[in-house]
């Protein structure tokens, strides 16, 4: 999973940096102290905002799934022993999910 959140955010970085090296390259910015200037610091602030949206992408999305599987848990402590869990997916979220989910059936099946 790490590798899934990680690569958004390296290639972020080498399409920015990729986007800085194009505009240095330019003959009239060589020479230029304010051109290198104004293309590194709107390097910078695209690489923040960026990231920080990336950032806010991927942290909504884990937290949809993590108040889901706790929505589900709060049912089972109020009684209900038949819950369906999501059990598809391949993160380390869903894989909880499933492990979890096979818990339950089994102790349904112990208490039955």
């Not at 949206?53 to 599987?69: C, P």
């Not at 059990?87 to 102790?107: A, P």
Request: charged share 20%.
């Amino acid at each position: 999973m790490r590798w899934r959140i990680t690569v958004p955010f390296v290639v972020v970085v080498f399409v920015v940096m990729g986007g800085l090296m194009v505009y240095l390259s330019r003959p009239i910015c060589v020479a230029d102290a304010d051109c290198v200037k104004t293309a590194v610091f709107t390097t910078f602030l695209v690489l923040v905002i960026s990231i920080f949206l990336l950032g806010l992408y991927i942290s909504s999305r884990l937290e949809k799934q993590v108040a889901q599987l706790t929505a589900l848990t709060h049912r089972l402590l109020d009684g209900e022993r038949h819950i369906p869990l999501p059990r598809q997916g391949k993160g380390e979220i869903e894989e909880f999910s499933r492990t979890y989910s096979q818990l339950i059936d089994l102790d349904n099946e112990r208490i039955a």
